[in-house]
């Protein structure tokens, strides 16, 4: 794991990373939420989902350095007397978890149908671009509104169970797209090099030529997209939630808490709605950060 890590900072990536400090930070904010998200149970000064914890005496309370007297909660407390930061914690280990899982699959879903596009070519090309365009005509918010209808018509009794599958379905459908066009825009270019044919008249199989050789050569773009879309599926799980179809009220996730703090911003407790959107705003933006520099570290005609 040692030598591993050498090598990576001794390598060209490594070498751009450190001497990027915008990177640097931006993996350092990076670290330290996904830490507190993985390890919230063991972070956190309470738990959110122990309803046995919970005072209601305690709703609302300002932050420690608002309230007049001395008061355990840093950041306040919400609606239900959650407090904020430890809601925070477990609020991002939900949007780390939707976000990550849907750009998983959106990634496994794009980059073979690109490249199985891009390949192959004739019809096969034509119907899965022409399915692409008809895909980027619905947004992730219409899916997910049509998709938890379905759901909670099949399932009126799962909730909550159906609430987290209409989150990550619905960011998957309509974030394969892009996966699906980049990979088969760069396999076209290197389908017709001297390699491929090269394995093509000794008598390799198609799919054993597009796993082994085209696929390693197109997954650099990949890489740099599916870093930008986890910023990108985040924010859109945290749309999805305040709007009411993402997570139940009963869990602490970001948008929730938005959308709980946004009907007492204006009765003057701000903390219940700004802590969350700064929370998202740290994650989303530091997640593009990173993937800026990877895209530059990995293509330095840009730099």
Known sequence: ???????????????????????????????????????AGFVAPHNPFDLTTLV?????????????????????TDDQGRDILSALMYGARISLVVGLVSVV?????????????????????????????????????????????????LFPNAHDTVAFGVLIVSITLTGWVQYARTVRGSTLVERNKEYVQAARVTGVAPLRIMVRHVLPNVM???????????????????????????VPPTSPSLGTLIRVGNDYLF??????????????ILIALSVNLLGDWLRDALNPRLQ
Request: hydrophobic letters at 60%.
């Open 267 to 280: 009765s003057g407790e701000w903390w219940i709605t700004i802590f969350p959107g700064l929370m998202l």
């Open 56 to 76: 209601l005496s305690d709703a609302r309370l300002p932050p420690a350095w608002e309230a007049e007297g001395s008061s355990k909660y840093l950041l306040g």
């Open 1 to 39: 794991m040692r030598q591993t890590l050498a090598r990576w900072f001794d390598s060209d990536i490594g070498y751009s990373f450190r001497n990027s400090p915008v990177a640097i930070m931006a993996a350092i904010i990076a670290f330290v939420c996904a830490f507190c998200a993985a390890f």
């Open 105 to 153: 699959l959106s990634m496994f879903i794009g980059v073979a149908l690109g490249l199985l596009a891009g390949f192959k070519g004739g019809w096969i090309d034509g119907f899965l671009m022409r399915l692409c365009d008809v895909m980027l005509s619905f947004p992730a918010i219409l899916v997910a509104l049509l998709i938890a209808g379905v759901g909670r018509a």
């Open 220 to 246: 650099g773009p990949v890489l740099v997209l599916a870093t930008i879309h986890v910023a990108t599926a985040i924010i859109t799980e945290a749309t999805l939630s305040f709007l009411g179809v993402g």
